[in-house]
């Protein structure tokens, strides 16, 4: 727009759990008309901004981009499960996984694991879990050694629609697990396969 711009340069030290919100016109105007709000985490500021853009007031371009920082360093828990033992294993360490990094949502984050977990064990005979903490999120990965099965019905699937579509599909066990892990988490990600699924949970 401009042949000769002036660019404004600053360096400044990040540290983890900052925030940071860079705004068009757009959201910057309808930030003068209603005030700037704190929020208490990433996922509020970006639910925040997602209702600005539907007021009536906006009348430019509204673009917002956020950042969080996070700790360079992540805790990792790993467990393989084949034997009933083993299983008993696992589930006091995602337990405790979870009273440590996630003690506000710990017991339906925790039936939403055993849900994949027990998903697993029906598909095959070894899966492996893994734990991650990334700052404000807990990712967890449940893999299992079957040979998996078609995502894309149940990926479609809303929690409304556990007791008419499972039926029909013909995944009504499973499907249900499914549909209490969708309640549960924040976001569920299967692979193409179908024998892996990654549970994401804000804390």
Request: glycine share 6%; with cysteine; hydrophobic share 40%.
């Amino acid at each position: 727009m401009f042949d000769k711009a002036e660019v404004q340069t600053k360096v400044m030290p990040f540290k983890p759990g900052e925030i940071y919100c860079m705004l068009s016109d757009g959201a910057s105007d309808l930030l003068e008309i209603f005030g700037v709000r704190r929020q208490e985490n990433f996922g509020q500021y970006v639910n925040w901004f997602k209702k600005l853009a539907c007021q009536p007031e906006r009348m430019d371009d509204y673009s917002v981009v956020c950042i969080e920082i996070v700790e360079k360093n992540t805790k990792i828990s790993i467990c393989n499960i084949q034997n009933p033992a083993e299983l008993a294993q696992a589930q006091v360490m995602i337990a405790e996984f979870l009273a440590q990094h996630a003690p506000t949502c710990v017991v339906l984050f925790e039936v939403a694991i055993n849900e994949a977990v027990n998903n697993g064990l029906v598909a095959s005979e070894r899966i492996q879990v893994k734990l991650k903490r990334t700052g404000s999120r807990i990712v967890v990965r449940v893999k299992d050694n079957g040979t998996g099965f078609s995502t894309k019905q149940v990926n479609a699937l809303g929690v409304k629609d556990v007791d008419n579509e499972f039926e029909q599909l013909g995944l009504s066990e499973r499907g249900r697990g499914i549909m209490m892990m969708k309640m549960f988490c924040d976001q569920i990600i299967y692979n193409a396969l179908g024998n892996e699924v990654l549970l994401m949970k804000k804390i």
